[in-house]
T-cell receptor, first 110, second 116 residues
Framework: SQQGEEDPQALSIQEGENATMNCSYK?????LQWYRQNSGRGLVHLIL?????REKHSGRLRVTLDTSKKSSSLLITASRAADTASYFC??????????FGSGTKLNVKP | DTEVTQTPKHLVMGMTNKKSLKCEQH?????MYWYKQKAKKPPELMFV???????INESVPSRFSPECPNSSLLNLHLHALQPEDSALYLC???????????????FGQGTRLTVV
């Protein structure tokens, strides 16, 4: 990808379990964002973490950022079938220049 | 209104055709983007317009020609495409501030393009 890698590439869990996705990137960043994409259509923004932040929460989402390792993780707690989607991290390197990681396809089984 | 509207939703075109993809937003955003997404791949940045000026071209072939007629509209003109250009083309916009606070990008639903 233009930006880096995510792992795992695919993740299958049961409803109620937690899902963790990891993102690695290559360059220095201003912020890192996570997006969700259903069925190959538009992307929806989930959460933004700035380069001087280490952890951020939003509802069932928890994001961490380690700029020394150039990595981030997204944790979705108490997953639901409706969380089934592809998840992408995106780095914003120089304000308004978003590059996406390779993505994780999450399947939450009811 | 937090929508980015893309038309058409689907497009089939021959390799000798000329067509255009359109994108519109009314959020007052000053940055607009074109991304290309192949199946099972992440979106790849193609072009960025900032304050109606082309600020980034990620080495995109000249058969793709972007245009930003005004701050609400973004077009992508297509000419002499190849079958490998078949993909989902996504438009996005963001506030476009040149500094903090950072903001997210809003995406349209995309145009699924098939080149035959």
């Amino acid at each position: 990808s233009q930006q880096g890698e995510e792992d795992p590439q695919a993740l299958s869990i049961q409803e109620g379990e937690n899902a963790t996705m990891n993102c690695s990137y290559k360059t220095s960043i201003n912020n890192l964002q996570w997006y969700r994409q259903n069925s190959g259509r538009g992307l929806v923004h989930l959460i933004l973490i700035r380069s001087n932040e280490r952890e951020k929460h939003s509802g069932r989402l928890r994001v961490t950022l380690d700029t020394s390792k150039k990595s981030s993780s997204l944790l979705i707690t108490a997953s639901r079938a409706a969380d089934t989607a592809s998840y992408f991290c995106a780095t914003d390197r120089n304000f308004n220049k978003f590059y996406f990681g390779s993505g994780t396809k999450l399947n939450v089984k009811p | 209104d937090t929508e980015v509207t893309q038309t058409p939703k689907h497009l089939v075109m021959g390799m000798t055709n000329k067509k255009s993809l359109k994108c519109e937003q009314h959020m007052g955003h000053r940055a607009m983007y074109w991304y290309k997404q192949k199946a099972k791949k992440p979106p790849e940045l193609m072009f960025v317009y900032s304050y109606e000026k082309l600020s980034i071209n990620e080495s995109v072939p000249s058969r793709f020609s972007p245009e930003c007629p005004n701050s609400s509209l973004l077009n992508l003109h297509l000419h002499a495409l190849q079958p490998e250009d078949s993909a989902l083309y996504l438009c996005a916009s963001s506030q476009g501030l040149r500094g903090p606070p950072e903001t997210e990008a809003f995406f349209g639903q995309g145009t699924r393009l098939t080149v035959v």
